[in-house]
């Protein structure tokens, strides 16, 4: 029996993440049956610069190779994140005459094409052109144009560009790993394909999904995209606060952020304390959790206020009606809910995948596997759209190049 498998592949700036499932037959259902998830540290990378690529291949290969043995097969490619500030994203609009009396397939191909026609310096690429509505004469807010009369066929596309040797660097880890990537996917949209639903969108949501160098922000009003974001912090800056806060190593700071931290001071027990190493090597003292709180309070409180101001000079801030999702690895901290909603001002709640997910979903029902989940997600969506991107389940001795070879001949 073939069965089509999609893989997603998170490479975070700390955790690189693997999700392989298996498309679900149901078309009532479009989703994902989980069958493996693996993780690994990210080597090779400092914040979201690449320093050593076999570092990073090593990533991949180990999360990759946990995914495919709890799945029991391999796979051949991936739906590959991408991130970084260095992803600029912005909307443009393609105008082209309706050929014959009724939108027409091809009319609605000339103006797409005409829409993503931008002119791009030699070291950026075209990471995605998604179509978002289209007009047909002056009524606006359509989903599908084919067979609408009219004379005048326009369409709003959302294009997200990316230094190419960003998306070179990534499409060589995954090579040299072994897999080859199907597509790239922007991160944030990915995580939002994860943890929104479509209520959400439609209504006004935005995602925030803070990972350890990144916080990734999408918008969305009306089930259209109205804002990408990726702001350079992350946990690893409430880590380093912590360094300096407390005077201690990065590794207990980290460890000391992931058990003991919390968001909202006012929630802690004053008389709560946590031994730390310090104040001279060998010894230890004891901490107030209060005050690790306080220095975790303070910068998420400034970081959630460089989130709100984004929002606000886009103009998406006041439609907002579903409020905030909060996700990624950093979103575990215990009351970074109750701090954004004060923030805020508007509901919130925690993001994790689940929806569309069965088999071992429990497996990625964690807020740091937004993205991963996400990426599998969008690799089902794609293939329930064009019936292709999918690795097909290898049974014992077809191997990954069998599989291209296959493809080729
Ligand atoms: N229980 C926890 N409490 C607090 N922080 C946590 C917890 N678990 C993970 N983190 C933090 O989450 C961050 C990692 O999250 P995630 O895996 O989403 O990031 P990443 O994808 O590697 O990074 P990025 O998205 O920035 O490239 C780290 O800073 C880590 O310390
Ligand atoms: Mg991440």
Same mark, same amino acid.
């Given at each position: 029996?073939?069965?089509?498998?999609?893989a997603?592949?998170?490479?975070?700036t700390?955790?690189?993440?693997?999700?392989?499932?298996?498309?679900?037959?149901?078309?009532?259902?479009?989703?994902?049956?989980?069958?493996?998830?693996?993780?690994a540290?990210?080597?090779?990378?400092r914040g979201?610069?690449?320093?050593?690529?076999?570092?990073?291949?090593?990533?991949?290969?180990?999360?990759?190779?946990e995914?495919?043995?709890?799945?029991?097969?391999?796979?051949?490619?991936?739906?590959?994140?991408?991130?970084?500030?260095?992803?600029?994203?912005?909307?443009?609009?393609?105008?082209v005459?309706?050929?014959?009396?009724?939108?027409?397939?091809?009319?609605?191909?000339?103006?797409?094409?005409?829409?993503?026609?931008?002119?791009?310096?030699?070291?950026?690429?075209?990471v995605? @052109?998604?179509?978002?509505?289209?007009?047909?004469?002056?009524?606006?807010?359509?989903?599908?144009?084919?067979?609408?009369?009219?004379?005048?066929?326009?369409?709003?596309?959302?294009?997200v560009?990316?230094?190419?040797?960003?998306s070179?660097?990534?499409t060589?880890?995954v090579?040299?790993?072994?897999?080859?990537?199907?597509?790239?996917?922007?991160?944030?949209? @990915?995580?939002?394909?994860?943890?929104?639903?479509?209520?959400?969108?439609?209504?006004?949501?935005?995602?925030?999904?803070?990972?350890?160098h990144?916080?990734?922000?999408?918008a969305?009003?009306?089930?259209?995209?109205?804002?990408?974001?990726?702001?350079?912090?992350?946990?690893?800056t409430?880590?380093?606060?912590?360094?300096?806060?407390?005077?201690?190593?990065?590794?207990?700071?980290?460890?000391?952020?992931?058990?003991?931290?919390?968001?909202?001071?006012?929630?802690?027990?004053?008389?709560?304390?946590?031994?730390?190493?310090?104040?001279?090597?060998?010894q230890?003292?004891?901490?107030?959790?209060?005050?690790? @709180?306080?220095?975790?309070?303070?910068?998420?409180?400034?970081?959630?206020?460089?989130?709100?101001?984004?929002?606000?000079?886009?103009?998406?801030?006041?439609?907002?009606?579903?409020?905030?999702?909060?996700?990624?690895?950093?979103?575990?901290?215990?009351?970074?809910?109750?701090?954004?909603?004060?923030?805020?001002?508007?509901?919130?709640?925690?993001?994790?995948?689940?929806?569309?997910?069965?088999?071992?979903?429990?497996?990625?029902?964690?807020?740091?596997?937004?993205?991963?989940?996400?990426?599998?997600?969008?690799? @089902?969506?794609?293939?329930?759209?064009?019936?292709?991107?999918?690795?097909?389940?290898?049974?014992?001795?077809?191997?990954?190049?069998?599989?291209?070879?296959?493809?080729?001949?």
């Amino acid at each position: 029996m073939r069965a089509n498998l999609i893989a997603g592949l998170d490479i975070g700036t700390t955790h690189t993440c693997a999700v392989i499932g298996e498309i679900l037959d149901d078309p009532r259902r479009p989703g994902l049956t989980v069958l493996g998830v693996g993780q690994a540290q990210t080597g090779g990378l400092r914040g979201d610069m690449v320093t050593n690529i076999d570092e990073m291949t090593e990533s991949v290969r180990n999360a990759m190779n946990e995914a495919e043995l709890m799945a029991g097969t391999t796979v051949d490619r991936v739906y590959a994140g991408i991130g970084g500030d260095h992803v600029r994203a912005s909307s443009s609009m393609g105008v082209v005459a309706i050929s014959e009396e009724e939108v027409t397939r091809d009319d609605v191909e000339r103006v797409h094409i005409v829409a993503r026609a931008v002119a791009l310096p030699p070291d950026r690429e075209m990471v995605h @052109a998604i179509p978002q509505e289209y007009r047909v004469d002056h009524q606006r807010g359509i989903k599908d144009p084919l067979g609408m009369s009219g004379v005048r066929l326009e369409s709003e596309v959302f294009l997200v560009t990316c230094q190419v040797t960003a998306s070179t660097n990534i499409t060589k880890a995954v090579n040299k790993a072994g897999y080859r990537v199907q597509e790239l996917v922007l991160e944030p949209l @990915a995580g939002a394909r994860a943890v929104l639903t479509e209520d959400e969108r439609e209504v006004g949501v935005a995602m925030v999904e803070i990972g350890a160098h990144t916080t990734n922000v999408a918008a969305f009003y009306e089930g259209k995209i109205q804002q990408v974001s990726i702001l350079p912090f992350g946990g690893a800056t409430l880590t380093a606060d912590l360094v300096r806060g407390l005077a201690v190593p990065y590794k207990e700071a980290q460890i000391a952020k992931e058990r003991h931290a919390h968001a909202f001071a006012q929630m802690v027990d004053p008389r709560e304390t946590v031994d730390l190493p310090g104040p001279s090597p060998g010894q230890m003292r004891s901490v107030a959790c209060e005050l690790i @709180a306080h220095i975790v309070e303070q910068r998420l409180d400034e970081m959630f206020g460089i989130v709100q101001s984004e929002l606000q000079d886009q103009g998406v801030l006041d439609k907002l009606g579903a409020g905030i999702v909060l996700s990624g690895g950093s979103a575990a901290i215990p009351g970074v809910v109750e701090l954004a909603q004060q923030i805020f001002a508007s509901p919130v709640r925690l993001g994790v995948p689940s929806e569309g997910l069965g088999g071992l979903a429990d497996r990625v029902r964690r807020p740091r596997f937004a993205v991963g989940a996400g990426l599998a997600l969008w690799g @089902a969506d794609r293939f329930a759209e064009t019936g292709r991107g999918a690795s097909t389940k290898a049974s014992g001795i077809v191997t990954k190049l069998g599989i291209w070879l296959k493809e080729f001949f």
